[in-house]
């Protein structure tokens, strides 16, 4: 299998809905008020079926409000997650924490911020 973290020369293009998701991030809401974030990592895999044809796929790491990291989730076709975030939310039930599980509204930060936030919240490429 072959992975495409980051774009390179060499990684195949994606849908641009898909764009966002590349070293993405959006604040997490929950009746309203800030709980946490979700950020999300762009690549692509092959695999031994299909070695000529990558497919996206996207990793993602909540961070909670009082700083509490949650491990790495991955989604990948036909979406799941992505799906949802496509749409507004995230129903989070993946967690270490029950209490926090349940529906959230995502807002994507700017790409221009995304960077910056994702280092004031600790969030580096070893997290994906």
């Known amino acids: 299998m072959r992975i495409w973290p980051r774009r390179t020369a060499d990684a195949p293009a994606v849908e641009p809905e898909l764009e966002r998701f590349r070293d993405g991030l959006a604040v997490l809401l929950r009746d309203g008020r800030p709980a946490g974030h979700v950020a999300t990592s762009l690549g692509h895999f092959t695999t031994p079926f299909a070695p000529r044809t990558p497919r996206p796929w996207v990793w993602m790491v909540v961070v909670w409000a009082d700083g509490t990291k949650e ?12 799906a949802d975030m496509r749409d507004g939310f995230l129903d989070w039930q993946d967690g270490r924490d029950r209490q926090r ?5 995502i807002q994507w930060v700017t790409h221009e911020r995304a960077l910056a936030e994702r ?5 580096h490429l070893r997290d994906f």
């Open 71 to 82: 491990p790495s989730v991955e989604d990948y076709p036909p979406w799941s997650y992505v």
């Open 101 to 105: 599980s349940g529906h959230y509204e």
């Open 119 to 123: 280092e004031r919240l600790g969030i």
